[in-house]
Nanobody, 115 residues
């Protein structure tokens, strides 16, 4: 059973920074691309960033240049560093992975951007 656990959410002022982490278990972590999604209140879930097994990264246009994503295949963790956060980025952030058994999600961590 794949298990994903996010941590690091919280409240931050506009323009501030926050780092999220995702700990994975139950899979051969180093083989799988990993992704960060977010879901703002009243909106659908959207892909924010992804990182391949070879550490190649991709970002949505909305966060490009402000967010970075990394992974540690030994510790089986993935991180998301978010800079210059905007109020509209208030959302629950999820890490996710797709395996042959389906797509797996963490429980999510809330990020609130507000003054």
């Amino acid at each position: 059973q794949v298990r994903l656990v996010e941590s690091g959410g919280g409240s931050v002022q506009p323009g501030g920074s926050l780092g999220l982490s995702c700990a994975a278990s139950g899979l051969n972590f180093r083989l799988f691309p990993m992704e960060w999604f977010r879901q703002a209140p009243g909106k659908s879930r959207e892909l924010v960033a992804s990182i391949s097994s070879g550490h190649s990264t991709n970002f949505s246009d909305a966060v490009k240049g402000r967010f970075t994503v990394s992974r540690d295949n030994v510790r089986r963790t993935m991180s998301l560093q978010m800079n210059n956060l905007k109020p509209e980025e208030t959302a629950v952030y999820y890490c996710s992975v797709e395996t042959s058994a389906g797509r797996w999600w963490g429980q999510g961590t809330l990020v609130t951007v507000s003054s």
